[in-house]
């Protein structure tokens, strides 16, 4: 069983009362936890975002939210220069692009960011809705100058970058 964070927003500070499965989650040290400091308390209750657990967050307004943030996949962020020559002289034996490196800034600290390949690109109809039917060599195609979009899952934060 998932462990089951309740987060009680309160007025008029707007200060986050914490608990996890039902037991007070401790404050920092240095203040209360707060809106501004949302993303270091799901770390802090995910420990660091290596455990998945069940959220909820109680407005002022009586609205609930409800989601399960996932433990992340752990992903080297810093570079590695050995394994980066090694891939690049891979992919010049074997005739296929080298691998691109995506950037961007804007995000909560540790939030989960996708990272997805612009294939192709349609217009909604008049509902607002879309459909589109890839091709097998869409699918698969990883070219210079395609798009890629990089979106946070927590902030909504959504950057378009180009590929070189």
Do not use: C, Y
């Not at 309740?6 to 996890?20: D, H, K």
């Not at 499965?21 to 400091?37: I, L, T, V, Y």
Request: aromatic share 4%; glycine share 8%.
């Amino acid at each position: 069983m998932l462990p089951h964070v309740i987060i009680t927003v309160t007025e008029p500070t707007g200060a986050l009362a914490v608990t996890v499965d039902g037991e007070d989650f401790p404050a920092p040290e240095d203040g209360a936890w707060s809106r501004a400091r949302f993303g270091e308390l799901l770390d802090a209750v995910t420990e660091d975002r290596t455990q998945t657990v069940r959220i909820e967050v109680h407005e002022t307004d009586g609205s609930t939210f409800t989601d399960i943030i996932r433990a992340r996949r752990r992903t080297p962020t810093t570079p590695n220069p050995e394994a980066e020559q090694a891939e690049s002289a891979r992919s010049k034996a074997s005739g296929k692009a080298a691998a691109a490196r995506v950037s961007g800034a804007g995000f909560l600290p540790g939030e989960d960011v996708a990272i997805a390949l612009v294939v192709t690109e349609t217009t909604a109809n008049d509902d607002g809705e879309v459909e589109t039917r890839l091709t097998r060599r869409q699918k698969t195609t990883l070219r210079a100058g395609a798009e890629v979009l990089v979106f946070g899952r927590s902030s909504g934060t959504t950057l378009v970058r180009r590929l070189p």
